[in-house]
């Protein structure tokens, strides 16, 4: 595959390409490779109606095959670019492999233009998995970063395509505005954008932490984790890789999968309690441990926990993680202390929305499996309503009973899972099926008293009622500022 992907580095003018899906990253992909010169063609299931705004911000340059995946486009493209939502092992796509035609996705396609494209250097990714605080540690990477005078391209699963950004920085050359000199690319990367990767390596890459997720694309856990772990696949003893020393499942690659390669990345932790080569927290102050790499003295704390402004032990865990990646990029610690102390978090991630009445609303319609509502739980230590449903991902609800039974004092169900969760969960605590999000929150709002929390947490997808997670939160905050 890597002779044939190669002609991509080399010549991508007049390669014919076939990009599936018309998401973000089809769309980032398509406008990219049409504006370098490529024969672009883009297929998708969904009709054009339900596309037409994606369609129309398409070049014009890219011809469409929409409603269907036209087998036409699969027969003889010299590459085919599939968006992450996209299942590689669809039938067009099976067979298009069985012809030796190559199939890559965007983050491989952007890995590849960016090498090519900067002969002068090699440009390093910086890049991060996990189940759960992904595009939080990599925004607070990025402005790290930026804040220690690093000009970096920033992208990937957070929202915003690599290839879109690539493409925006091109224009901005031929506008003939000047080209700043890139440092890093730092990319959010899922499980789902490293099932098609080929030469992707980044030079520093963390895991953050892997709980079950995505069950109703993986037929197994394993299937699941041996995605993720290919974010280290290429990665050699020149490179490094940040793992969760706290995490289990994490702490079983690397025993199983790390210790048995000849050639490996230098490995960096991070920790809550153990003494590792990282940054460590004990009694509520960070260190950071890694005198091979870093200038910081590992006896001497560099922030106090309260310190840092977003909150939460996961959100200490992704401060940790951004920590440990800034630094072995040589940013300076200034700028870490500077951005931790600042960073506000992001949309839909643990959002304070408003108090009323004494009762604090909390957005995390980001929390869409259970690990990730069983963590935003963790953190308080007051009553939570919680306000959680939607479609189900095949989660296993029954692992949230003893964080609810601890933390939450009514459930408030919506959506296609509310049933399925009710006969679950329903036992440990007050429990009430809504049918909509206004339901919910006013529920909420009648059964919370002073001092509580309002948490809308759903551990599932969203898609059975809004349009994606951020509609979802969008809606949630729009009605709790309307009460």
Request: proline share 4%; aromatic share 6%.
């Amino acid at each position: 595959m890597t002779m044939v992907i190669s002609r991509l580095q080399k010549e991508i003018r007049g390669t014919k390409v076939t990009v599936v899906g018309l998401g973000r990253s089809g769309l980032g992909a398509a406008n990219l490779l049409a504006g370098m010169g490529a024969d672009v063609t883009v297929t998708d299931m969904q009709s054009y109606d339900k596309l037409s705004d994606s369609a129309a911000k398409l070049s014009p340059l890219v011809k469409r095959a929409l409603g269907s995946n036209d087998a036409d486009c699969f027969h003889n493209p010299d590459v085919i670019i599939i968006s992450p939502g996209v299942s590689p092992n669809i039938e067009p796509l099976a067979k298009a492999a069985a012809r030796k035609i190559p199939v890559i996705g965007e983050l491989e396609l952007s890995y590849q233009v960016i090498q090519s494209h900067q002969k002068a250097q090699h440009i390093p990714f910086l890049s991060v998995t996990g189940t759960n605080g992904k595009s939080t540690t990599t925004t607070l990477l990025n402005h790290m970063l930026a804040k220690g005078g690093f000009a970096t391209l920033f992208g990937g699963n957070i929202g915003n395509a690599l290839t879109e950004e690539i493409l925006r920085t091109m224009k901005s050359g031929e506008a003939g505005e000047e080209r700043q000199k890139l440092h890093y690319v730092v990319a959010e990367v899922s499980s789902f954008q490293l099932e098609t990767i080929d030469q992707f390596k980044p030079h520093i890459a963390a895991i953050l932490n892997i709980t079950p997720d995505h069950m109703d694309r993986y037929q197994s856990m394993s299937e699941y984790v041996n995605a993720k772990t290919r974010i280290f696949e290429n990665q050699n003893q020149k490179d490094f890789l940040v793992l969760n020393a706290d995490d289990p499942v994490v702490n079983e690659i690397k025993n199983r999968q790390l210790n048995l390669r000849r050639k490996k990345p230098k490995i960096i932790y991070f920790s809550r309690g153990k003494k590792v080569t990282g940054i460590i927290c004990a009694g509520g102050k960070l260190y950071c441990a890694m005198p091979e790499h870093t200038d910081c003295d590992p006896q001497t704390p560099f922030i106090a926990e309260n310190e840092i402004k977003i909150k939460g032990a996961h959100n200490l865990e992704n401060a940790m993680a951004a920590t440990a990646m800034a630094l072995l990029a040589r940013c300076p610690l200034k700028a870490v202390i500077e951005s931790l102390k600042e960073f506000e978090g992001l949309e839909h991630r643990m959002e304070f929305v408003r108090e009323l009445e004494g009762v604090t609303y909390i957005n995390d319609s980001k929390g869409t499996n259970v690990s990730a509502v069983a963590r935003s739980l963790e953190g308080f230590q007051v009553p939570v309503i919680l306000i959680a449903g939607g479609r189900d991902k095949d989660g296993a609800f029954s692992l949230l009973k003893g964080i609810i039974a601890q933390k939450v004092k009514g459930l408030i169900l919506m959506g296609e899972a509310s049933r399925k969760m009710k006969a679950v969960l329903g036992d440990v605590t007050a429990t009430i099926l809504v049918e909509s999000i206004e339901e919910a929150i006013t529920a909420a709002h009648t059964m919370a008293e002073t001092g509580d929390v309002v948490l809308l947490s759903p551990a599932c997808a969203s898609f059975d009622m809004f349009k994606d997670f951020e509609d979802r939160g969008r809606q949630f905050k729009n009605k709790v500022m309307a009460l």
